[in-house]
């Protein structure tokens, strides 16, 4: 069985696989992870540390030319890309291409790092004293990203961390690691210095190795809640810089003026594009008034349409779930549902396509606070219809849920959306926009549970995250001006 190589120093290391790889739309074990021990991870962060000393060195424009070469090798390696991630997650090939062209915008906004890096210049704030600032990198920057955005997410936190004069360590998915190496390589060919950029599998004892390393300098994260919130505290307890990006539970209230059938396709795209299995898709659907039994018709009916299959054929709208423990995990809210109370309005929990761990789409009438198909995380074609008499008790809804990442609002009323982007706890939100992902000069990241350290990832934020300030006040006294004086500087 082949076992993913680490990519430590530019080149690539074989070492004993210990987890197995599946082909989800097949249930075929296709391959191995290593974990890593203890003295490649030392080995991995001194050679990171050597390579950091001459990066953080690098000139403005020979990053930028870098990641230019970078932005072109992945479009004319997307096909190629996008099969390897159906492969392993299992993704359809055209969702695998939505995501490697998300990450991509990340590449194309740090190759702006001249002007994202500028520093500012205060003349003359005291006599004859001039201040102005730099930003410097931080130094080896650790990235632990999630199964379900195999190449988006490492993307989102390479390109700035490299932009900004890190050296980074991968840690992927245990899950769909391989694309992870040819990202490495790509990046390689670009002409980024060996040692760079690093790929070092594994699972949670390779985390929290890196979490207490001395050699590592930041954390950027994107995973589950109770991982995230595991590697804030470990991290941060290790004097170690942190964002760590948690799960979600994103509400879309449709409000009675709503167009129903704009809100019902909104409402299939969102809940079951990826199978659900994605960090800003739609859980529950927030009908407010009388437009629940409208609605739910619509979106039965266009449930009804969809076919599940294996990502590489092209008939296929999703695909399976990522393993299948997680599949019995997603199915077993389906019975749960029935438990407590929830009308199961389509039940695909029992669909069998080969050994694949696919599940059909699934919708749940009457999901409330205190069910477990309302409360938990299910990242699964689950979606759930929850039904409140006002927009107040929308609202309320939405700000009682600890997750706080995504939402959206359905209405012609400009002014109820308003109201609703300025009332709502949550990091991002579209309005008449189901899945709000910010474009990459922005930042993207929730509130409450979704995400513990003050920094969003991306953009600006990133930028800010991955670099530190410097502040240099300047002055070239002239001989004559020599003096002692053992007051506090002053300004005026
Ligand atoms: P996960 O938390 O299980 O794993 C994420 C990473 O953490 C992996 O690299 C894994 O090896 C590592 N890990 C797992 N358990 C660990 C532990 N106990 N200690 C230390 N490290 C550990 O997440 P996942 O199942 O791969 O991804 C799905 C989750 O990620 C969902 O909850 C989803 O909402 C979330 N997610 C969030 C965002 C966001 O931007 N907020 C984006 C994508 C996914």
Redesign the pocket.
Known sequence: MPTVPHVINGQRRNAEGVSPIFNPATGAVTGEVPVPAAALIDEVVASSRTAWSSWRNSTLSQRTNILFAFRHLIVQHTDELAAIITAEHGKTIADAKGEIARGLENVEFACGLTDHLKGEFSSQVADGVDVHSVRESLGVVVA??????PIM?PLWMAANALATGNVVIL?????DPSVSVMVAELLREAGLPDGAFNVLH???????AL?EHPGVDAIS????????R??YQVGTANGKRVQA????KNHMVVLPDADLDIAADAAINAGFGSAG????AISVVVAVGDVADPLIAKITERLDRLTVGAGDDPASDFGPL?TAA?RDRVTSYVTSAGADGITVVRDGATLRIGDGFFVGPCLLDGVRPGTKAYDD?I?GPVLGVARVASYDEAVSLVNANPYG?GTAIFTRDGNAARLYSRQVSVGMIGVNVPIPVPIAAYS???WKN??FGHAH?YGPEGFAFYSRAKVITTRWPQPSESQIDLGFPATR
């Open positions: 632990i990203t999630p199964f379900n955005f997410v840690k992927p998915s245990e899950r594994g699972d949670a004892t390779t985390v929290n979490l994260f994107v995973g589950s809640t109770p991982v995230a595991h590697v990006l948690g799960g979600a299995e994605r960090c800003m990522i997680h995380e990242f990442n993207f990241g929730g979704s995400l990832i």
